[in-house]
């Protein structure tokens, strides 16, 4: 009775404890930049809160005196006392290092693994990503991606992801919110993001938050600079192959922008090469660039604007031209013949602070991938007296191409509530192999698949809010829709994510979370070729769906450690592959007719172990999993591994800041060789009458990917020596990639030799590598 | 060649080539079957053995001791062997008989089994032959076959033709010669109402959606033209096959056409051989001639 006395006693104090709402913005003292996921805790009431996407923050307390602890990885953080009395502003800045110092161990408790709810998933920090060593001087973001636990590059030099056993096409990879639908250059040894443009990458395997949807295996979550709005600086590198160069600042107090390109110069250094060899006649050549640019404007302290746009365009080509005279009459001829393939991405955005509780942002956006095989002919003839001008050109054209709009919300209640809700409208437009052709006469002749417009609809709610001290849940609902050719699906994919802390530094954490795709990627080769085709689901072919569930435990030692163990189980449906012997290029056939559509299930256990700060920063990440696929007309129906199921996963990364001017840095792989389908047996072929004297031979396969390709195995190095002068950091970069020259797998094939001394015959598995032991060097500027 | 100059950098980086063993458990070789055979016919057959993937050569030892048991509802039929591992019936196979059973032992290779059914000969409703002036290079001759499709039943069909061209030599004597079976192709416009949902090969022809229908079927005919007094007769052979081996054709085909193509999963080819490899599947036929 005396408990309940007190209990009563205590409701209307707590019914009328005022409250204040302190919100605002973190950012980089230096740069401006807002720093996304940087924590504010009140470490006197234990409360706390994280930066979102746009470095807004909202922390709803009890009047009372605060002590707010502000931290970001690579920041010193920074301290506030004041006694909370009504809503109050902070635009808060902290100050950044050049390398990660012990200082940052003070970070606080909310940037621990083991206090989230989401599992899963990792943030690297950009300047990690830089600091590892890069394939040819080319530091690559999703080259890093690669290096953790439960994610796969696929074939040798790939910039393809497999996560847990998910195909390239079921990660979905967000440029400042927008869908790039083919992150690869030079046919998959690079990807499209240039780490100069970029602030912030996270990547999520599993227990998906509900705002996210429409992949079934990934996000990776990239968000572009918004420009310094301090001063002009800029930063670059020259490589090998590549030069990239950034310039950002401010345009005014409110205005700031940001520009990043890179180019490559392989066709620049060839084409005298090349010259030379044809006489003079024929140019070729490859190159791709990229093209980043951000534009930001504060009209005041609540609204905002941006307009960020992507273009890419891989182009490989051979020119040639002939002009000749008899008399008074010329004949000339030009002729053109390549392959080309790009990305779009526009963004324009509007973020209001609506309440100091309630944050909104509207997004139009735009993304458009195509892939041409293109050839063009112009001749101009002058015979006679009289000039006849023609031309023939004829291209395969596949592309996809969205518009969308999107209304995203965050609502911070109280520090025990923060509730996302929002949804988008996409419009998508599939042209899944079209042969275009036009000349002289005929012009406009377009056959091969249909071109199919489709509409994807979706709304979430979520909410990650605290029920006990120990208990965490991040709950949440997507609903999704898609309308194609008069055909509905729709899809209500629960999502859940928790976490119990088993002692204040360990916590016991579980997900479950349900996905659909209405999108398929159809692919022949699985190392991300241009050639791969973006389809609808159709009344034919369904969407794509999964269930994923993870178990596991994180720990964090002394601030400066975190460790993983997750065990997870994925069961998808509705995957597609080409038939049996179907090519991409048969414009003759309906895709819809090309595919078998089954089933998948990976599962398996993965342990990560990150130190992000000091002079040594790296992780080791492990994984042991099994991945198959089940279709009903392949392999008779029988259950089979997926190329790229991998049975061990080992990835170490390491980072040492030997001084202020020298880095080290190095990166080790050891995987399970990838599946591979190869021929046990051959016999006599059959025909209608067995007496002939010729029948092809048969060649006998056990199953679909029957044998295993050697390990893979690989030590990448990295040394920078960096020296800061008066017009600001110069560095320079030596790279070793593959350092002890390991011949690995990248296809096999069976090889017939014949000894001409001997006059014998011997058949031999071949393995076919591609990168032996590979030098770079790159030198890199910020002024 | 000059064009691909550029691919020079990246073809040496694919030069790596390493001879590489693979943990492929020894080939024991097996019995593989050869044999399609149909009603009116004696039944033939090819026995020989299978080859280890490595073995250099594309020879495949004959089977020569093999005892044949044919079981078909009736009597059993034997086949005797008739040199480098064909084996044939004294007998020609009763019409009206349908399924078949096979059961082979060999003394040195074992024991395999297998069993086909036959399906009753196409019902050819008309049949006409078209010359067409096809510009410069020709006539184009095309062959329309009209046929009342069996309700109810997977039917699977080909069309083969024989050519026979009669001509009088300088010495007064007639000749007869006979081309190769050649297999000819569906050209109707929408060939894959014709050929089936999922058939890549327009020479096999279901019947998926023409089921208990008429239909005609149009052909393009390739033959060597002879000038002069040459006299051409077109015998063709409507077969329907039974679904096996209309499995086995249409991977067997499909294997060879995507052989050595590296982005191309390899093909299974059907097997219904239990025991051993190959094929033991029976076919029925329609013969009509036109001149």
Known sequence: MKYLTSILLAIPLFAYAQKSTISGTIKDANSGEYLIGASIYNTTSSQGTTANTYGFFSLTLNHDSVSLRVSYVGFEPSVLKFYLRQDTVLNITLMGGTHLQEIEINATAEDNIHESTQMSSVDIPISHIKALPAFMGETDLIKVLQLLPGVQSGAEGSSGLYVRGGGPDQNLILLDGVPVYNAAHLFGFFSVFNTDAINHVELIKGGFPARYGGRLSSVVDISMKEGNTKKIQGEGSIGLIASRLTVEGPVNDKTSFIVSARRTYIDILARPLIKAASKGDAVAGYFFYDLNTKINHKINDRNKIYLSAYMGDDKAYARSEYKDTFGNDSYSEKNEAGIKWGNVTTALRWNKVITNKLFGNLTATYSRYRFSVFSETESDDFVGGVRRKEYVTGAYISAIRDHALKLDFDYIPSPNHYIKFGTQLINHRFSPGVFSYRDTEQRDTTFGATILNAQELYAYLEDDFLITDKLKVNAGIHASAFFVNGKTYHSFQPRISGRYLLTPLVSIKASYATMAQYIHLLTNSGIGLPTDLWVPATEKVRPEQSSISALGIAYTHKKMYEFSVEGFYKEMDGLIEYKDGASFIDIEEDWQEKVEIGKGESYGAEVFLQKKTGRVSGWIGYTLSWTNRTFENINEGKTFPYRYDRRHDLKITAAYNISKKKDLSLTWVYGTGNAVTLPNASYEGANENPQWFWNSDVKQYDGRNNYRMRNYHRLDLSYTITKVTKFGERSWSFGIYNAYSRRNPFYLDIVSKHNYQTGTQTKKFVQYSLFPIIPSIAYRFKF | ?291
């Open chain 2, 1 to 291: 060649m000059k064009k691909y100059f550029w691919l020079l950098p990246f073809l040496t980086l694919l030069a790596c080539e390493l001879v590489v063993d693979v943990d492929i458990p020894p080939h024991q070789p097996k019995i593989t079957i050869n044999s399609f055979f149909t009603h009116d016919s004696v039944m033939v057959m090819k026995l020989s053995l299978s080859n280890d993937i490595l073995k250099p050569d594309n020879i495949f030892d004959p089977v020569t001791d093999a005892e044949i048991i044919i079981n078909n509802g009736e009597a059993g039929i034997t086949l005797n062997h008739i040199g480098n591992g064909v084996y044939e019936s004294d007998v020609t196979l009763n019409p009206d008989v349908k399924s078949y059973s096979l059961e082979i032992n060999s003394p040195n290779h074992g024991q395999v089994k297998s069993s086909s059914t036959l399906q009753n000969a196409p019902e050819v409703l008309s049949h006409e032959l078209i010359v067409e002036p096809s510009g410069e290079f020709g006539n184009t001759t095309k062959v329309n076959v009209q046929i009342k499709d069996e309700a109810g039943i997977k039917n699977f069909y080909q069309l083969k033709l024989i050519t026979e061209y009669i001509y009088t030599g300088s010495d007064g004597v007639v000749h007869h010669q006979l081309s190769a079976p050649q297999i000819l192709q569906v050209i109707n416009e929408n060939e894959n109402e014709i050929i089936g949902e999922g058939n890549t090969d327009p020479s096999l022809i279901k019947d998926v959606l023409f089921d208990g229908k008429e239909k005609t079927l149009s052909f393009y005919i390739y033959s060597f033209q002879n000038g002069g007094d040459t006299e051409t007769k077109y015998h063709f052979y409507l077969g329907s096959l039974s679904e096996e081996m209309y499995l086995y054709k249409s991977t067997a085909q499909l294997q060879q056409r995507t052989s050595g193509d590296p982005f191309a999963q390899p093909v299974t080819v059907f097997n219904n051989i239990e025991g051993g490899y190959g094929i033991f599947a029976g076919y029925s036929q329609t013969y009509f001639l036109e001149e």
